[in-house]
C-alpha cells in the first residue's frame, strides 16, 4: 500500500492505493480521525453544535466526528422521537435498525461512572445491549437516569438547544417516527 497526502483546508486526507489480485487500483479517501473537533448538525429545523467527550469517550467521539467527515449523516432523518426522553438518528435507513461505524463493525461501550443523562441535551450512543455501538445516536430531553451506566454518553448540547425543543414538539406517529421528515442535512466537523 502507497500512501500519499493531499492538501485540504477542511480535512485531513490522504489517499491510499491498493491493487487487488485483479490488478485493479482504487483510491479511498483515509481521514485523520485522531484530529479532534466539535460537530455541527444543519438539520431541516435549524443548527445544533455538539461538544465531544474526547477526554472521556475517545472512541466514540473519534467515531461519530469520523462518520461526520465522511459525510455519513448527511441526508439522515432523526427516526424517533419521544416527546420528554429522546430525540434519536444515525441510522441512513430511517428504520431504527440499520447504521454503521468507521470499523464497520460494531464498538465497545465507553461507560464513564462521572457522566450522566443528568438531564436535556446529552448525547449517547443508541445501541441494541452491550458493546453494539454503530451510528445511532440520541439527545435526551430530560433527566433520564436509567440510561446510566447503558449507553455511552459522549457529549452534549452547546448551540441550539431551543432547536432540540423544536424537534420534540414535532407530530409522530404511533411508532414515534416523525410525521413530515425531519433531516439531518449536513453534518460538519468544527475544529477545537
Given at each position: 500500500i502507497c500512501i500519499r497526502?493531499?492538501?485540504?483546508?477542511?480535512?485531513?486526507?490522504?489517499?491510499?492505493?491498493?491493487e487487488a489480485d485483479t490488478g485493479v487500483v482504487a483510491d479511498?479517501?483515509?481521514?485523520?480521525?485522531?484530529?479532534?473537533?466539535n460537530v455541527k448538525l444543519d438539520t431541516s429545523m435549524g443548527d445544533i453544535e455538539i461538544e465531544l467527550y474526547w477526554n472521556e469517550a475517545p472512541l466514540t467521539c473519534k467515531n461519530f466526528a469520523g462518520l461526520a467527515r465522511r459525510q455519513f449523516y448527511d441526508n439522515v432523518?432523526?427516526?424517533?422521537?419521544?416527546?420528554?426522553?429522546?430525540?434519536q438518528g444515525g441510522d441512513p435507513t430511517g428504520t431504527g435498525r440499520g447504521g454503521s461505524s468507521i470499523w464497520n463493525a460494531p464498538f465497545q461501550d465507553e461507560l464513564n461512572p462521572a457522566l450522566r443523562h443528568t438531564g436535556a441535551g446529552v448525547i449517547s450512543?443508541?445501541?441494541s445491549g452491550p458493546n453494539?455501538?454503530?451510528?445511532q445516536f440520541f439527545i435526551t430531553l430530560a433527566p433520564t437516569p436509567w440510561l446510566d451506566g447503558k449507553h455511552s454518553i459522549f457529549g452534549r448540547i452547546k448551540a441550539g438547544m431551543k432547536?432540540?425543543?423544536r424537534i420534540s414538539l414535532v407530530e409522530v406517529d404511533a411508532s414515534d417516527r416523525p410525521v413530515d421528515v425531519l433531516k439531518i442535512h449536513?453534518?460538519?466537523c468544527i475544529p477545537i
Open positions: 497526502a493531499l492538501s485540504s483546508s477542511s480535512m485531513s486526507v490522504e489517499v491510499a492505493r491498493s479511498r479517501p483515509i481521514y485523520n480521525d485522531d484530529e479532534r473537533c432523518p432523526f427516526h424517533r422521537v419521544v416527546r420528554n426522553f429522546v430525540i450512543m443508541a445501541n453494539t455501538n454503530k451510528s432547536v432540540v425543543k449536513r453534518a460538519t
